[in-house]
């Protein structure tokens, strides 16, 4: 299986980076808290846009 795309996390990826459980991602994730791209049925999240969203301090992705 070749090695994926670290630039591009799914949900239990990011839960495990950012520190918090899957289901407080999802609630987030649900209320637009956080950039993401839902793909079928699966949310993936671009780790450079995922890094911009922490550093500036924003609750809510506009």
């Known amino acids: 299986m070749p090695k994926s795309d670290d630039n591009i996390l799914t949900v239990q990826e990011l839960a495990v980076y950012l520190k918090?459980?899957?289901s407080t991602l999802y609630k987030i994730v649900r209320e637009g808290g956080v950039p993401a791209q839902k793909i079928g049925k699966h949310w993936r999240f671009n780790k450079k846009?995922?890094?911009s969203w922490i550093a500036s301090g924003k609750t809510k992705v506009t």
């Open 20 to 22: 918090i459980p899957e």
């Open 49 to 51: 846009a995922i890094d």
